[in-house]
Structure formats: structure tokens, C-alpha cells
């Protein structure tokens, strides 16, 4: 079993939809999480950064987290054609500094 | 400021060559990984050198090395390229906290 498991995809909605992406861990020592999104032949980016559960938010977008369930999300409102890309959740346990990344989720916003 | 400075960008290579993939950054990061992504699979660590003078395997460091040349400098080295090294290979770097990773523009290999 997978230490992030991430639905791979693809994923396609029309302009202006409200997106879920999600990815499930079982390791409990992560507590660093984070989102990035990453556009066709580029590097990953960093979109969204948090370490406890609950919501953070940032523009169109909240990274959601509940620890209890090993569960996080991150949601995108009013999606944009330019928010096509896969988004990659990524998590990072204190003190040791390897991250484990999900293998991403290919979103295509459509006009 | 540059990042993360990854070359080659493309390559291809015989079966049984060797290269070395050149990262560096220009952050004073002290930690610096190198990651391969293939479809399906996701970023997988290939190795990770936490500081400068130290390196540790990863997830999948078989047909790899690496050299922590600097605190700016971390290198890939493939001995005897196979076609199960064709990827994506991506160098990153990441700050003391840890909580931000900086990702070079990837470097794609083909072995034939």
C-alpha cells in the first residue's frame, strides 16, 4: 500500500466549477502538507502549504485537512481554463525532511 | 535569481552510456533531492542529501549516484543508462523548514 494514494485522473469540468481534488495517507507522522500544481513540461509549483488540520484559504483556493481521517482536499472555485494542469499533493513528516508525493491528478477545465 | 538550475533539459542516450544530470541553486538551501516522474508513478526520490558532504538513498536509487559537490551543487550520475531510466528527472531543493520544496524545470532522458 501507498503512503498518499491520489485519484490519478483525469478530471474535466467546465469553467466556473467548483473543484475537489483529494488524496488519502496512512503514515501518521506526516504533518506538513501541501499542494502543487504542476503544467505540462514544467516542474511542479508550490500552490498551497499547511501543517494542522482544518481550512486554509488563498484566493480561489482552500487546502483542507483533517488529520483524524488521514484525509486532505484541495478545492478550486470559479475554475479557470488556465487552472488545467495535475495537481500533486504532497506530504512531509516533522523533523526529517523527505517528502512523499501522491502521483497527482490531471485536471481539464474546459471553456 | 535563477532557483533551481537543472541541465541538461533533453537527452537521449545508448544503452550502456553514462551522463551526469548538473542541478544547483542558488536559495542557500541546505537540503536538495532528485526526483524521477513517470506516468502513473508520481515523483519517486532517487536520492536526497539532507547537507552539504552528506547524500542518502531514496525510494528508488538503484542505477544512480550522486555527488553533493557544494552546498550549490548536487549531481545525478547514471554509470550504465537502461531503458527503465527513461524519465523525467526533476532536481529540487528545499528550505531548513522544509515545508517548501523548489522544483528545477525537469530534465528529459530517453535511453534507446
Known sequence: QK??????????????AIVSLNCTYSNS?????????????????LLMYTYSSGNKEDGRFTAQVDKSSKYISLFIRDSQPSDSATYLCAMLSGGYQKVTFGTGTKLQVIP | ??????????????TGQSMTLQCAQDMN????????????????????????????????????NVSRLNKREFSLRLESAAPSQTSVYFCASVEYSGNTIYFGEGSWLTVV
Do not use: C
Open chain 1, 3 to 16: 503512503e498518499v494514494e491520489q485519484d490519478p485522473g483525469p478530471l474535466s469540468v467546465p469553467e466556473g
Open chain 2, 1 to 14: 535569481n535563477a532557483g533551481v538550475t537543472q541541465t541538461p533539459k533533453f537527452q537521449v542516450l545508448k
Open chain 2, 29 to 64: 538551501h541546505n537540503s536538495m533531492y532528485w526526483y524521477r516522474q513517470d506516468p502513473g508513478m508520481g515523483l519517486r526520490l532517487i536520492y536526497y542529501s539532507a547537507s552539504e558532504g552528506t547524500t542518502d538513498k531514496g525510494e528508488v536509487p538503484n542505477g544512480y
Open chain 1, 29 to 45: 507522522a506526516f504533518q506538513y502538507f501541501m499542494w502543487y500544481r504542476q503544467y505540462s513540461r514544467k516542474g511542479p509549483e
